[in-house]
């Protein structure tokens, strides 16, 4: 079963939206973007987010030190991990406790990383819609993001198989997320494997 990330998340609407639509992470962004938010705000966000839902946080070049002023507030489960990333940074996060993600732009995976899931985007956060085909098949968990809609997400888990796609601006009406476009991407990714 293909697993649900919605990221961008930012007000109390939006977790409202994802526990409703029972998604399995939730994305909260530390790094310059429209959806960057404060420890502060994330910290207040998950106290109402269900418990069942990992949180991820997403981080552009940041510091292993900063990284993890945020997981040991208690704002995240997961870092994910833009920009460049050493071996060493990913190792210090997950010997925290951490679990890593680590992404990779334009279908170039690196198999060796030793991240504990591979993410292929089209940028950060570009909303650019990746060449499916073009992405290698490797033997490592893959989160599939970039471009990723309710109308096209059935047709990309079919070509790509990854584990888990991502979402962001693919679930919003006018620059905020639509509850009924978060179920309607849950319902057709959940679906492609009910058939």
Known sequence: ??????????????????????????????????????????????????????????????????????????????????????????????????KVIQVFEHQSIDPKSTADYLMVDSGKGSGQTLNWQAIPHINRPIILAGGLTPNNVSQAIQVVHPDIVDVSSGVEANGQKDPAKIQDFIKNTKEEYVL
């Open 1 to 98: 079963m293909v697993k649900v990330k919605i990221c961008g998340l930012m007000k109390p609407e939006d977790i409202t939206a994802v526990n409703e639509a029972h998604t399995d992470f939730a994305g909260f962004v530390f790094a310059k973007s429209r959806h960057v938010i404060s420890l502060a705000t994330a910290l207040a966000l998950q106290t109402h987010l269900n418990p069942s839902i990992q949180k991820v946080g997403v981080f552009v070049d940041e510091s292993v030190a900063e990284i993890l002023a945020v997981y040991r507030a208690g704002a995240i489960d997961i870092a994910q991990l833009h920009g460049r990333s050493t071996p060493e940074e990913v190792a210090k996060l997950q010997h925290a406790g951490l």
